[in-house]
């Protein structure tokens, strides 16, 4: 069964700063791969998806993640964050094998930016 | 833009009661799902449903829980005696697609007491 691994549970860090937020998942033959964003209250919201195709994958709001097949990560980063960043981020996989099944979900990110 | 709806927004029931949430999926979506998160923790999957009947469930889904496509528009997770520890955020998703993303809906945040 496929797994998610998100290291870190809170990452501070500074408005105007890079920050990276680490994903590891359980390997497989082809992967579907999806960050989400969670603000305060609210439902998920998809930042970007890697389905095929190029390896950098850009989203909203100026994030970008890297799938990286040989160390089964696909870390989110983004050069410069603001204080409207600050929300919890998930990462998920599904299998590509499979099709869209089902997501499984990493235990999630909490990203505070602060001034 | 089409989105998927979740109502209500916040439920509220007692021990033992039997609880429906409701979903309106995108219209031309054919695969449903229902996710639940409880609260501080990651998001879970419950159920996937497609072609009137379901795909996959997890583990959490046991006999207390159902889901229904009763209209064709609608799709509803039903509680049959909800335990205190049913308490969390529900969400539902669709998509239209195998290897298409799922869209999100706002959630249902259901309190047990």
């Known amino acids: 069964a496929q797994s998610v691994t998100q290291l870190d549970s809170q990452v501070p860090v500074f408005e105007e700063a890079p920050v990276e937020l680490r994903c590891n998942y359980s390997?497989?033959?082809?992967?579907?791969l999806f960050w989400y964003v969670q603000y305060p209250n609210q439902g998920l919201q998809l930042l970007l998806k890697?389905?095929?195709?190029?390896?950098l994958v850009k989203g909203i709001n100026g994030f970008e993640a890297e799938f990286n097949k040989s160390q089964t990560s696909f870390h989110l980063r983004k050069p410069s964050v603001h204080i409207s960043d600050t929300a919890e981020y998930f990462c998920a996989v599904s299998d590509g094998d499979t099709g869209f099944q089902k997501l499984v979900f990493g235990t999630g990110t909490r990203l505070l930016v602060s001034p | 833009e089409p989105e998927v709806t979740q109502t209500p927004s916040h439920q509220v029931t007692q021990m033992g009661q039997e609880v429906i949430l409701r979903c309106v999926p995108i219209?031309?979506?054919?695969?449903f799902y229902w996710y639940r998160q409880i609260l501080g923790q990651k998001v879970e999957f419950l159920v996937s449903?497609?072609?009137?009947?379901?795909?996959?469930k997890s583990e959490i889904f046991d006999d207390q829980f159902s889901v229904e496509r009763p209209d064709g528009s609608n799709f509803t997770l039903k509680i049959r005696s909800t335990k205190l520890e049913d308490s969390a955020m529900y969400f539902c998703?669709?998509?239209?697609?195998?290897?298409?993303?799922?869209?999100f809906g706002q959630g249902t945040r259901l309190t047990v007491v």
């Open positions: 449903f497609y072609n009137n009947e379901i795909s996959e």
């Open positions: 219209s031309n979506h054919l695969y």
């Open positions: 390997s497989s033959v082809s992967v579907y």
């Open positions: 890697y389905l095929s195709g190029s390896t």
């Open positions: 998703a669709s998509n239209p697609d195998r290897g298409l993303e799922a869209f």
